[in-house]
């Protein structure tokens, strides 16, 4: 069954750095693109980051460019977001999660890890 495993987050001051990452299994890695998706506390969910299959096109919501960047390495089935110069507005849920069509919706997501960014 498709299984997504994340990993990485925690509490952190503000400008410092998280790595997250996600383990995928259960399907053919290669064959999807990957989202990061993430949701602050009392509010929906926003998406931050897309990577498509061979990881040669990435894109990024407006709110994290520059700062974040996507990767994935398709022989150890992962993806990573490395999230720079953080700020409070950035503490959320983070989920990865495979993209199964055009417009690049969601449809299997991991359980979530917790980033916080506070003094």
């Known amino acids: 069954q498709v299984q997504l495993v994340d990993a990485g987050g925690g509490l952190v001051q503000p400008g410092a750095s998280l790595r997250l990452s996600c383990a995928a299994s259960?399907?053919?890695?290669?064959?999807?693109?990957m989202n990061w998706v993430r949701q602050a506390p009392g509010k929906g969910p926003e998406w931050v980051s897309g990577?498509?299959?061979?990881?040669?096109?990435?894109r990024y919501a407006d709110s994290v460019k520059g700062r974040f960047t996507i990767s994935r390495d398709n022989a150890k089935n992962m993806v990573y977001l490395q999230m720079n110069s953080l700020t409070p507005e950035d503490t959320a849920l983070y989920f990865c999660a495979r993209v199964y069509g055009r417009g690049w919706p969601s449809d299997y997501w991991g359980q979530g890890t917790m980033g916080t960014v506070s003094s």
């Open positions: 990577i498509i299959q061979n990881g040669d096109w990435t």
């Open positions: 259960g399907f053919t890695f290669t064959s999807y693109a």
